[in-house]
């Protein structure tokens, strides 16, 4: 059974800083492209930063570039998101998310591949306010 669990969401005022974590089981972890997805209240699902195998490519969406660090452990199978610089436009819920391909996972990402990414996690909530 696969399972990925995100933690490390809250509330935190703008400008500050949380670290998201995901923890997968139930895959062969070098075998996927693992990432993050967010959701705001009232908008569409957005991709926000996916990693390789061995971290080369990692890829970032223009709206966290510069601010949002996306990294992992394969010893301990665990992703990570390092966030800085929080603005009120970043709250969402946060979701992990893990597929095989990584064309696709990008696409989603960008919104032009919809045939769907193959685990999900059930997310955690960020809350960027003063």
Known sequence: QVQL??????????????????????LIFEDYVIGWFRQAPGKEREGVACIT??????????????????????????????????KPEDTAVYFCVADRWFN????????????GLEYWGKGTLVNVSS
């Open 5 to 26: 669990v995100e933690s490390g969401g809250g509330l935190v005022q703008p400008g500050g800083s949380l670290n998201l974590s995901c923890t997968i089981s139930g």
């Open 53 to 86: 195998n061995d971290a080369n490519p990692t890829v970032y969406m223009d709206s966290v570039k510069g601010r949002f660090i996306i990294s992992k452990d394969n010893n301990e199978k665990k992703v990570y998101l390092q966030m800085n610089g929080l």
């Open 104 to 115: 696709n996972f990008v696409a989603t990402m960008y919104g032009t591949y919809r045939g």
